[in-house]
């Protein structure tokens, strides 16, 4: 028997019941559409949350320590990395901010007078030991030397009355920053032109990083970035300080520093003590229960779907009992009863998510419109298609099999 001749009777079947099947093909579409650009967004949010920062992050803990108005400070910055420096554990200490915490985005200018930014880059500040502390891979070139390092008051200095030169700092480049900032060329030994805490500085390029990503949004201009350091000594500076623990033992080194820093520097608030692990879930938390909705949307979708494709069915059972019986006194099997409501289901659902593919499309066109989603990709639509069509096919299999396991004499009186 061909193809189209054990199909004909299924659409001749259908034809009768146009309203009811199409009714059915049209929901099935509009979960495929709904299902397919919900998958999209959860596991978008699902690949930002695992990507990593390039730094360890689990040997890593922020103490934001802030000073009081009016209160005798006798702690400086530079005895504050000393204390932190002799805990016990600690591997590093760094005045500065950890990726994911407050780092900012600037331009980067291939001179002082420039007006167009050559690119914009998250910039990593802070005090000698920066580097070390975020525990940052040089590719090419060298490590920032402490050596090298300016100190505060050369920085913050009169730009107009202070030489450029006191005011350039050493740099390093992620990998991707050096090839959009210089392609084709060496990055290394080039200056370029930023503005760092509201003062004008020259970087000058030392060193090529390996990634270090400052914020994770799933764009690829996260990892463009720039470390570059100074040098404290007797400054009072408040802000955040880091650590870097020796592996595995941050949980049992964060307290005794906390509590160290805060004996040396009595006249400060440690407003946060915070291991990048907490800093992470922080980032991540408003995508967590984002995730955790749209999850039972598309529980809901899917549940409501499968009851409507195997009610209807039931309900094609019931009608055709009599027709099953006489099928089956012809000799038709159990096993052709079993696919006739298979095939009969595959050619809605397939219909369904035909459909439903195109939508999926446009939806998120729609939604790229207006909450800058990025472009759907195929493969999640065809897993979605394969989805949805194993789900018709199971949700109408115990339908059928109570079709197949009715006798033909009972068939045929219940008739």
């Known amino acids: 028997m061909s193809p189209f001749e054990t199909v004909r009777p299924i659409l001749s079947a259908l034809r009768s019941h146009r309203a009811a099947a199409l009714l ?12 397919c650009n919900l998958v999209f967004i959860v596991s978008g949010n699902l690949q930002r949350a695992r990507t990593p920062t390039g730094v360890p992050e689990s040997d890593i803990a922020l103490i934001q320590s802030i000073g009081v108005i009016g209160a005798d400070n006798p702690g400086t910055a530079g005895s504050n990395l000393a204390t932190l420096q002799s805990v016990p554990g600690v591997l590093s200490a760094a005045y500065g901010g950890p990726p994911l915490w407050r780092v900012d985005r600037i331009g980067l200018f291939d001179s002082a007078d420039a007006q167009q930014p050559l690119a914009q880059a998250y910039v990593f500040a802070g005090s000698q030991g920066l580097n070390r502390t975020l525990g940052v891979r040089i590719v090419e070139g060298r490590d920032i030397e402490d050596a090298e390092l300016p100190g505060v008051a050369e920085l913050a200095g009169d730009p107009a009355s202070t030489p450029s030169a006191s005011r350039q700092m050493p740099a390093l480049l992620t990998a991707p920053l050096a090839r959009k900032l210089f392609p084709g060329q060496a990055a290394i030994g080039q200056i370029l032109h930023a503005n760092i805490f509201d003062t004008p500085i020259n970087l000058r390029v ?7 990503r400052a914020a994770i949004t799933g764009r690829a201009e996260d990892a463009d970035a720039v470390l570059t350091e100074f040098r404290v000594a007797g400054e009072g500076l408040g802000g955040g300080y880091m650590i870097r623990s020796q592996p595995g033992q941050l949980a049992q080194v964060l307290p005794l520093a906390a ?8 006249g400060h608030v440690q407003q946060r003590v915070v291991p990048m692990t907490s800093l992470r879930e922080e980032q991540f938390r408003n995508d967590t229960a984002t995730n955790r909705m749209l999850l039972t949307i598309m529980g809901i979708l899917l549940t409501v779907t499968a009851l409507g494709v195997g009610g209807l069915a039931s309900f094609w059972v019931q009608q055709r009992t009599k027709q099953i019986g006489i099928r089956r006194a012809l000799g038709a099997t159990r096993n052709d009863i079993l696919r006739y409501f298979q095939l009969e289901n595959f050619l809605i659902v397939g219909g369904g998510v035909a459909i439903g593919a195109l939508l999926a499309f446009v939806l998120n066109q729609w939604l790229m419109q207006h909450y ?11 897993a979605g298609v ?4 194993l789900l018709g096919q199971l949700a109408v ?4 099999l109570r079709a197949a396991s009715i006798p033909p004499v009972v068939a045929t009186r219940s008739a």
């Open 372 to 382: 800058e989603l990025d472009r759907l990709d195929v493969k999640t639509v065809l």
């Open 386 to 389: 394969v989805a949805v069509c």
């Open 259 to 266: 509590r160290a820093m805060q004996q040396a520097n009595p």
């Open 397 to 400: 299999l115990g339908p059928a």
């Open 24 to 35: 059915l093909a049209l929901e099935i579409a509009l979960t495929l559409a709904v299902l």
């Open 206 to 212: 030392v060193g090529v990083m390996a990634p270090v």
